[in-house]
T-cell receptor, first 115, second 113 residues
Framework: GAVVSQHPSWVICKSGTSVKIECRSLDFQATTMFWYRQFPKQSLMLMATSNEGSKATYEQGVEKDKFLINHASLTLSTLTVTSAHPEDSSFYIC???????????FGEGSRLTVL | QQQVKQSPQSLIVQKGGISIINCAYENTAFDYFPWYQQFPGKGPALLIAIRPDVSEKKEGRFTISFNKSAKQFSLHIMDSQPGDSATYFCAASKTGGGNKLTFGTGTQLKVEL
């Protein structure tokens, strides 16, 4: 199947700093990518849809100024958590649709811990 | 109408047994139903998926059964193995929905020796 890579896989930062997470489609192009947030033992919550060449579409209740999304190329989307606070600590996962069927393939996830 | 309800929340099965996880949806526009497997600390991996034009799809030990009239679908894991211990999520999406998936709440499966 298609490969979606995330970096870093884990990051620890101080409160008030910003953290950038990268999502790459390694062997295919993706005009759309999705960013999810997952709390322990819970389901995936869609945060936003990243669109190459245009603004991201955020789900209701997600602060666009807090979670900056940039789809720089057909293989790269980034999520920047700005002025991070402990409540932003979570597992962030990206995904991208592949092929004509649009099957979604997920990255390995990035665990953010804000101290 | 966008919900996908999943049960059970957790499941313990003996090695060699059959694991069954059920999902129900409300939105009749959904036309793609994948199942994902997630190990701790990892992203979900696509396991198997089905579209409403068939009632069953089998890939190895994994089978999806789909009941369109009841708006339900289930995952059967035959000959369950300890390595199958993971969290399983059902999901649904619709054509024209921009590949947006609506996820179930997840089932934590443990396969015991």
């Amino acid at each position: 199947g298609a490969v979606v890579s995330q970096h870093p896989s884990w990051v620890i930062c101080k409160s008030g700093t910003s953290v950038k997470i990268e999502c790459r489609s390694l062997d295919f192009q993706a005009t759309t990518m999705f960013w999810y947030r997952q709390f322990p033992k819970q389901s995936l919550m869609l945060m936003a849809t990243s669109n190459e060449g245009s603004k991201a579409t955020y789900e209701q209740g997600v602060e666009k100024d807090k979670f900056l999304i940039n789809h720089a190329s057909l293989t790269l989307s980034t999520l920047t958590v700005t002025s991070a606070h402990p409540e932003d600590s979570s597992f962030y996962i990206c995904s991208a649709p592949f092929g004509g069927s649009g099957e979604l393939f997920f990255g390995e996830g990035s665990r953010l811990t804000v101290l | 109408q966008q919900q996908v309800k999943q049960s059970p929340q957790s499941l313990i099965v003996q090695k060699g047994g059959i694991s069954i996880i059920n999902c129900a949806y409300e939105n009749t526009a959904f036309d793609y139903f994948p199942w994902y497997q997630q190990f701790p600390g990892k992203g979900p991996a696509l396991l198997i998926a089905i579209r409403p034009d068939v009632s069953e799809k089998k890939e190895g030990r994994f089978t999806i059964s789909f009941n369109k009239s009841a708006k339900q679908f289930s995952l059967h894991i035959m000959d369950s193995q300890p390595g199958d211990s993971a969290t399983y999520f059902c999901a649904a999406s619709k054509t024209g929905g921009g590949n947006k998936l609506t996820f179930g709440t997840g089932t934590q499966l443990k396969v015991e020796l």
